[in-house]
């Protein structure tokens, strides 16, 4: 033993036995927390990002391309679920297949899907927000409600004068205050609001189906500039690179897996409906954003809104519908995704890999409170500081990372371990396993080259962490 210490169903079994969260979640709760975390700033914000920047009206594609990677990726979550119901997603589904030391590398990954997707999804709110408010000729000071820092647009950092985007914080600590409340109220809460952005969604793509000039869609794929990845077909692979951030949220279905009811059914069921109910809209909504308005000019924190104001007085009404729409959806999407950090956290402090407090649970609510409130106020740190751009790429990357690991993963158990029970299998595994390994891999090598140095530090404070702590606490470390 070593390292590459495994858990095995036995240490499953025991987590178990000893979890004090509260199972509440059926599938429907599932399905619905899958769609809020994933619907958010992907939607109302990344859509016209990537148009304006890298693919053009093309960036529908781009989300298919997204989520094909998904589906393959889904199906092995799918198959681990089914066989692991225990919290922590693919950072659990990797101590077993392929030991410690994968384990924390993906769960130190998983900061940058979920803590730092909290983060970009609250500076997209803040954005909507101001721009609603604006409507009703409220204006706030600029100085706090942009990030002192800006991307150059060449993968750099630029001052950009502002002080601090204090409605991003205050949304975080606010959906903090809510979570630590407990998972019943959180599910209430992300269902309510949920319904709401879905209808708002329709509303958009259906009014907005009405205004399509389709001499916007001309070039559909426009043409390369000369540099890799701007417009032309390269352009189209890295904005799907870019936008798998919006699709982030079916796997944190995952995570919930020591609060559903009846987990080895129903967290399969809802990681795949969730991502078929998003792929439809983010595809429709692609159409109508870039057939209404050309893709240059969507290049802003609040597309949907730039959109729409193109049209002309004919969709007046619709402006402050979406806004009340995106401050709400982009609300659940913050709520989810720090769901899913402090789940992650809760498991590896009860593996030893983080300190016992990330694991303690209140009597009353059921919620990890230290941990709670150590993700929501690092979240809000990071949403304050940060750009969009930055923010989303990093999630990216990370997310891409945890899924390449994920489809290894399955294939490893089910060559190793193929008489274990699953309730679920995937279907032609191995192909499946293998597109979402392929497409993953080349979104990421898509991705700017200053994203990957970022990623190289973040996975280096890791290592320190795990050499300065995690290896020396974890709860296998007696076998070694």
Same mark, same amino acid.
Request: hydrophobic share 55%.
């Given at each position: 033993m070593?390292l590459?210490?495994?858990?095995?169903l036995a240490?499953?079994?025991?987590t178990?036995?000893e979890?004090r969260l509260?199972?509440?979640?059926?599938?429907?709760?599932?399905?619905?927390?899958?769609v809020?975390?994933?619907i958010?700033?992907?939607?109302?914000?990344?859509?016209g990002?990537?148009?304006?920047?890298?693919a053009?009206?093309?960036?529908?594609?781009s989300f298919l !391309?997204?989520?094909?990677?998904?589906?393959?990726?889904?199906?092995?979550?799918?198959e681990?679920a089914?066989?692991?119901?225990?919290?922590?997603?693919?950072?659990?589904?990797t101590?077993?297949?392929?030991?410690e030391?994968a384990?924390?590398?993906?769960?130190w990954?998983l900061?940058l899907?979920y803590?730092?997707?909290?983060s970009?999804?609250a500076?997209g709110?803040s954005?909507?927000?101001v721009?609603?408010?604006?409507?009703?000729g409220v204006?706030?000071?600029?100085?706090? /409600?942009?990030?002192?820092?800006?991307?150059?647009?060449?993968?750099?950092?630029?001052?950009?004068?502002?002080?601090v985007?204090l409605?991003?914080?205050?949304?975080i600590?606010?959906l903090?205050?809510?979570?630590?409340?407990?998972?019943k109220s959180?599910?209430?809460?992300n269902?309510?609001?949920?319904?709401?952005?879905?209808?708002?969604?329709l509303?958009?793509?259906g009014?907005?189906?009405?205004?399509?000039?389709?001499a916007?869609w001309?070039?559909?794929?426009?043409?390369?500039?000369g540099?890799f990845?701007?417009?032309g077909?390269?352009g /189209?692979?890295?904005?799907?690179g870019?936008?798998?951030?919006?699709?982030?949220g079916?796997?944190m279905?995952?995570t919930?897996? %020591?609060?559903?009811?009846?987990?080895?059914?129903?967290i399969?069921?809802?990681?795949?409906?969730?991502?078929?109910?998003?792929?439809?809209?983010? /595809?429709?909504m692609?159409?109508?954003?870039?057939? =209404?308005?050309?893709? %240059?000019?969507?290049?802003?924190a609040s597309?949907v809104?730039?959109a729409?104001?193109q049209v002309g007085?004919?969709?007046?009404w619709?402006?402050?519908?979406?806004? =009340?729409?995106?401050v709400?959806?982009?609300?659940s999407?913050?709520?989810?995704?720090?769901?899913?950090?402090?789940?992650?956290f809760?498991i590896m402090?009860?593996d030893g890999?983080?300190?016992a407090?990330?694991?303690?649970v209140?009597?009353?609510?059921?919620t990890?409170?230290?941990?709670?409130?150590?993700?929501?106020i690092?979240?809000?740190?990071?949403?304050? /500081?940060?750009?969009?751009?930055?923010l989303?790429?990093l999630?990216?990357i990370?997310?891409l990372?945890?899924?390449v690991?994920?489809?290894?993963?399955?294939?490893v158990?089910?060559r190793?371990?193929?008489?274990?029970p699953r309730?679920f299998r995937?279907p032609?595994l191995?192909?499946?396993?293998?597109?979402? =390994?392929?497409?993953?891999?080349?979104m990421?090598?898509?991705?700017?080259?200053?994203t990957? !140095?970022?990623?190289?530090?973040?996975?280096?404070?890791g290592?320190?962490?795990?050499?300065?702590?995690?290896?020396?606490?974890?709860?296998?470390?007696?076998?070694?």
């Amino acid at each position: 033993m070593g390292l590459w210490s495994k858990k095995t169903l036995a240490d499953i079994g025991g987590t178990l036995a000893e979890s004090r969260l509260h199972r509440h979640l059926g599938f429907w709760d599932l399905t619905l927390m899958g769609v809020g975390g994933t619907i958010g700033a992907g939607i109302f914000v990344l859509t016209g990002t990537a148009a304006a920047n890298y693919a053009g009206p093309a960036v529908t594609l781009s989300f298919l !391309i997204a989520a094909i990677a998904c589906l393959c990726t889904a199906l092995c979550y799918a198959e681990l679920a089914s066989m692991i119901p225990v919290a922590g997603s693919a950072y659990t589904y990797t101590y077993v297949t392929l030991g410690e030391i994968a384990a924390w590398t993906i769960g130190w990954t998983l900061v940058l899907e979920y803590l730092f997707s909290a983060s970009t999804v609250a500076v997209g709110w803040s954005a909507y927000l101001v721009s609603l408010l604006g409507d009703f000729g409220v204006h706030l000071p600029a100085l706090l /409600v942009q990030p002192p820092l800006n991307g150059d647009g060449q993968g750099g950092w630029r001052w950009s004068g502002a002080i601090v985007n204090l409605p991003a914080m205050l949304s975080i600590l606010a959906l903090t205050g809510v979570l630590h409340r407990g998972v019943k109220s959180s599910a209430i809460v992300n269902a309510l609001v949920v319904t709401i952005k879905l209808v708002v969604i329709l509303l958009v793509i259906g009014f907005g189906a009405m205004h399509i000039n389709t001499a916007n869609w001309h070039p559909f794929v426009p043409a390369n500039t000369g540099d890799f990845g701007s417009f032309g077909w390269s352009g /189209v692979v890295r904005a799907a690179g870019v936008v798998f951030f919006a699709y982030i949220g079916f796997d944190m279905v995952s995570t919930s897996a %020591q609060e559903a009811r009846n987990p080895g059914r129903d967290i399969p069921r809802g990681i795949l409906a969730a991502l078929a109910i998003c792929t439809i809209l983010y /595809v429709a909504m692609c159409l109508v954003l870039t057939g =209404i308005a050309p893709y %240059q000019t969507l290049g802003v924190a609040s597309p949907v809104y730039a959109a729409i104001a193109q049209v002309g007085p004919s969709l007046a009404w619709l402006r402050p519908v979406i806004g =009340i729409g995106a401050v709400l959806g982009l609300a659940s999407a913050i709520l989810m995704t720090l769901y899913g950090q402090v789940r992650i956290f809760y498991i590896m402090a009860h593996d030893g890999l983080l300190p016992a407090r990330f694991a303690r649970v209140d009597e009353h609510t059921g919620t990890p409170v230290f941990s709670t409130w150590f993700v929501g106020i690092g979240a809000a740190l990071v949403a304050g /500081v940060l750009p969009i751009e930055m923010l989303g790429e990093l999630v990216s990357i990370g997310t891409l990372l945890a899924f390449v690991i994920v489809c290894g993963g399955v294939v490893v158990l089910r060559r190793l371990s193929p008489a274990l029970p699953r309730s679920f299998r995937a279907p032609w595994l191995y192909p499946v396993a293998a597109v979402g =390994i392929g497409i993953c891999l080349y979104m990421m090598v898509s991705l700017p080259g200053a994203t990957w !140095i970022r990623l190289v530090v973040w996975m280096a404070i890791g290592g320190v962490i795990y050499a300065g702590y995690g290896r020396r606490h974890s709860r296998l470390a007696g076998r070694r």
